[in-house]
């Protein structure tokens, strides 16, 4: 019953994500008007709001105009809702449910929004920020210990990914504002597995587009992404893949 719910939740939580995505993405208000299709103008009714059915009993169009629904629909809801799934299988009912959810959901919104316009929206960080800080104050508050783990992981995600934008000119201000956030929620062991599977998931994509010539040469290619893929990969299975390097040696 608990994971029925969990799934529920996830994916009515999803079909909020594809809200956030699309319109933060053009600079509009997430709450006004209402949901409405972007061609015709039709508002949304509960029946075509429903997650992922919708999309399926509507064959993937408008009900009103029959314009193609983007496949980003289904997927965002389909994929919040197994995160959240996998983070309480993880952390059980705890405050770290409730914590990581809120991560997960953050990096989706910020991961698509950068894959699809190359920018890292102020209102995604502002609230980002304010959330892991909010979180590290609750973790104060119950263990009476000031989280400088979750300190020190900000500052280290924040200086890292500051000194190769300085230095290189190779990655966007977005990713530091990305990495900051990481670091405060995962701590320094997760921002350096968050860190280091982004820059080799970002690597072997960079590496297959190079190879086959998907796109030119000096093609802008998003970094965020890898850094929201990385920091959902570090939550979930960050320390037993530290615990897995460290026996190589």
């Avoid at 960079?206 to 190879?211: E, N, S």
Wanted: proline letters at 2%; one cysteine or more.
């Amino acid at each position: 019953m608990d994971i029925f719910l969990v799934v529920i939740f996830g994916l009515v939580i999803g079909s909020f994500l594809n809200v956030c995505i699309c319109r933060i993405a053009n600079e509009e208000s997430i709450a006004f008007p209402p949901s409405h299709c972007t061609n015709c103008g039709y508002e949304l009714k509960a029946k075509d709001l429903i997650p992922v059915l919708s999309y399926i009993f509507l064959g993937g169009k408008c009900r009103s105009c029959k314009e193609k629904i983007s496949i980003q629909y289904p997927i965002v809801e389909i994929l919040n809702a197994i995160l959240y799934i996998a983070i309480y299988l993880k952390f059980g009912f705890t405050l770290n449910l409730f914590k990581f959810c809120l991560f997960a959901s953050l990096l989706i919104v910020i991961g698509f929004i950068d894959f699809k316009t190359k920018y890292v929206y102020n209102s995604t960080v502002v609230f980002g920020v304010v959330s892991g800080i909010l979180f590290a104050v609750l973790e104060w508050m119950e263990t009476k210990s000031i989280p400088w783990n979750y300190i020190a992981g900000a500052f280290i995600g924040f200086g890292i990914i500051y000194l190769i934008v300085i230095l290189t000119r190779g990655m966007g201000e977005g990713d530091i504002d990305i990495a900051l956030i990481c670091g405060l929620f995962l701590g320094i062991k997760g921002i350096l597995v968050t860190l280091f599977l982004a820059i080799i998931l970002g690597g072997i994509v960079a590496t297959i587009i190079l190879i086959f010539k998907l796109k030119e040469r000096k093609a802008e290619i998003a970094f965020g992404p890898y850094l929201a893929i990385g920091g959902i990969i570090a939550c979930l299975y960050g320390s037993r893949l530290i615990d897995i390097y460290l026996g190589l040696f």
